[in-house]
T-cell receptor, first 113, second 111 residues
Framework: NAGVTQTPKFQVLKTGQSMTLQCAQD?????MSWYRQDPGMGLRLIHY???????DQGEVPNGYNVSRSTTEDFPLRLLSAAPSQTSVYFC????????????FGEGSRLTVL | DAKTTQPTSMDCAEGRAANLPCNHS???????VYWYRQIHSQGPQYIIH???NNETNEMASLIITEDRKSSTLILPHATLRDTAVYYC????????????FGTGTSLTVIP
């Protein structure tokens, strides 16, 4: 199993550009989520999904859109990138139920100039 | 509101036990406590989790107080490779699907 796969690993954008960070998992997990991590800080929850067709906001959702059309994929869209969105982004998934652990991807480093 | 409170940093001598504390005074009765660690900028790595009882696995032990307002992660014999940021997390939200990480404890294992 590949686990949680994120692409791209690195990306540089100009202010105002749009892009999509891809996240795919092959573990048939119901739950998927996106976090951002700024230098010297912990992870902050952006959006999460508890199943196909269902998404919800986390701590810092502004400036980001998500959708969940399949169980496997949970893309994160930046419609108009801003320098404040420069960060490392992590995708995570877990199986349903109350006791499961989160599995993380290796991260996507985004720089907005 | 902070979901968890952890010391910013700790040191531990190699080969000794590392005891990392966490306060989660607002935890609800059905919310789990999770511990993860992050080495450099890699994706966080799962360590252990628990609800009420103490837990042990091949990596660590988790001690949860009887009132569940705090817990301690124990790495029994710390090695240099255990140097990392350790996050104590509680799951919150009506569906228990929001994991909030906080800022974690930076553990340095000293030779």
């Amino acid at each position: 199993n590949a686990g949680v796969t994120q692409t791209p690993k690195f990306q540089v954008l100009k202010t105002g550009q749009s892009m999509t960070l891809q996240c795919a998992q092959d573990m048939n997990h119901e739950y998927m989520s996106w976090y951002r991590q700024d230098p010297g800080m912990g992870l902050r929850l952006i959006h999460y999904s508890v199943g196909a067709g269902i998404t919800d906001q986390g701590e810092v959702p502004n400036g980001y859109n998500v959708s969940r059309s399949t169980t496997e994929d949970f893309p994160l869209r930046l419609l108009s990138a801003a320098p404040s969105q420069t960060s490392v982004y992590f995708c995570a998934s877990r199986a349903g139920g109350r006791g499961g652990e989160l599995f993380f991807g290796e991260g996507s480093r985004l720089t907005v100039l | 509101d902070a979901k968890t409170t952890q010391p910013t940093s700790m040191d531990c001598a190699e080969g000794r036990a590392a005891n990392l504390p966490c306060n989660h005074s607002t935890i609800s009765g059905n919310e789990y406590v999770y511990w993860y660690r992050q080495i450099h900028s890699q994706g966080p790595q799962y360590i252990i989790h628990g609800l009420k009882n103490n837990e042990t696995n091949e990596m660590a032990s988790l001690i949860i107080t009887e009132d569940r307002k705090s817990s301690t992660l124990i790495l029994p014999h710390a090695t240099l490779r255990d140097t990392a940021v350790y996050y104590c997390i509680v799951r919150v939200g009506s569906t228990g699907n929001q994991f909030y990480f906080g800022t974690g404890t930076s553990l340095t294992v000293i030779p």
